[in-house]
């Protein structure tokens, strides 16, 4: 069955960067977009951007898109999302997700999360 | 962006009772091509990620409990749980996926009266 993994949780100061990992297994890498999706403590549910793991294009929701980067590693079947130039309000739970088997827009199967704390 | 709106923030209901969630969406979300409303609803637990309940609007997720039924058209949806179980204590999100961004509502907390 499809699963995802995460590093484990990061504690940067503002204006660092911070690189997240969620390895994918159980479906064939290359089939199914990947998207990450964050949430802040006690908050709801933000749509950062998606990755296409067969070529590595990405798109990225507007008020990010100037500091996030997403990358993949077919040798491994890891994606990466890097976040610059962190805030406090950057605090958050970022997940991985498969997109939707039917559509693209939803999110299927979920990483555990990783929790990033931003703190001076 | 669509902006979705659930309502209301949080319910209690007695074990056995009926619950229901509302969402709406500030734009229809019914694509007319394929006639289906670009609506999932999640359940989250507390320290869990996200679980996929339902999609394209009343599609039960394989392997969600038949007590869970999404259902609406347009900009109006509804996710009711036909008889509320201790474990469907929950965070419950509807999204849409019409178009990019997609966009979450705010959550709706269900609990146990």
């Known amino acids: 069955q499809v699963q995802l993994v995460q590093s484990g949780a990061e504690v940067k100061k503002p204006g660092a960067s911070v690189k997240v990992s969620c390895k994918a297994s159980?479906?064939?890498?290359?089939?199914?977009?990947i998207h990450w999706v964050r949430q802040a403590p006690g908050q709801g549910l933000e749509w950062i951007g998606i990755?296409?793991?067969?070529?590595?294009?990405?798109n990225f929701a507007l008020n990010l898109q100037d500091r996030v980067t997403m990358t993949r590693d077919t040798s491994t079947s890891t994606v990466y999302m890097e976040l610059n130039s962190l805030r406090s309000e950057d605090t958050a739970v970022y997940y991985c997700?498969?997109?939707?088997?039917?559509?693209?827009?939803?999110?299927?199967?979920w990483g555990q999360g990783t929790l990033v704390t931003i703190s001076s | 962006d669509i902006v979705m709106t659930q309502s209301p923030d949080s319910l209690a209901v007695s074990l056995g009772e009926r619950a229901t969630i509302k969402c709406k969406s500030s734009q229809s979300i019914f694509y007319s091509s394929n006639n289906n409303n670009y609506l999932s609803w999640y359940q989250q637990k507390p320290g869990q990620p996200p679980k996929l309940l339902i999609y394209?609007?009343?599609t039960r997720e394989s392997g969600v409990p038949d007590r869970f039924a999404g259902s609406g058209s347009g900009t109006d949806f509804t996710l009711t749980i036909s008889s509320l179980q201790a474990e469907d204590v929950a965070i419950y999100y509807c999204?849409?996926?019409?178009?990019?961004?997609?966009?979450f509502g705010q959550g709706t907390k269900v609990e146990i009266k």
């Open positions: 999204q849409q996926y019409y178009s990019t961004p997609p966009t």
């Open positions: 159980g479906y064939t890498f290359t089939s199914h977009h």
């Open positions: 990755i296409n793991p067969r070529d590595g294009t990405a």
């Open positions: 997700a498969t997109e939707g088997r039917y559509a693209l827009l939803y999110f299927d199967s």
């Open positions: 394209w609007a009343s």
